[in-house]
């Protein structure tokens, strides 16, 4: 698996869709798991055509790979945290240490670089809070260059999606 997993956007990606792309992407995110019979009924063409398409859209780079959305809370994974984590310095190697690091962290989700008032915002899932501070946040705590971390326990969940808005492409 990539290290890095976020998607640079590139300014030709417009040109390679029509309509029938982007119902084919967004049937693709309500379910992966469909077949590309039951896609095309869905958008209007064959299964074949469906397929070539699904081909071109995974070569293109736009379909980054399938997955299976698991469900933390049945798990054991009922602590959801957001931490921000500010660096001590920025022009050493504090910012490649860290990201080095935090790759190497399970139960670190997501990890974003963000401007403001902190270097990074973390997404985290634990089994517990002990787990979270214990273990979890002590550990990144100890990564050189980690100057501070805040973090905001997740009491409840209002939306929570995979599917990314795909309107601005039917333009």
Known sequence: MPHNLCMKS?????????GFDVSLLAALQRDAYAT???IGEQIHLSASQVSRRVQRLQAAGLIRRYVALLEPQALGLGVRAMSYVTLTRHG??????????????????????VAGESDYMLHIV?????????????RITRIQGVGSIRSNIV????????ELPLGHLRR
Do not use: M, W
């Not at 590139?10 to 029509?18: A, I, M, Q, R, V």
């Open 36 to 38: 590309h019979q039951q």
């Open 155 to 162: 009491l409840g969940c209002i939306k929570s999606s995979t």
């Open 126 to 138: 634990c089994a517990d809070l002990a787990v979270l501070s214990e273990q979890v946040l002590r």
């Open 92 to 113: 050493g190697d504090e910012g490649t240490a860290f990201e080095r690091e935090i790759g190497s962290i399970p139960e670190v989700l997501e990890c974003y670089s």
């Open 10 to 18: 590139t300014s030709n990606e417009d040109s390679l869709l029509d």
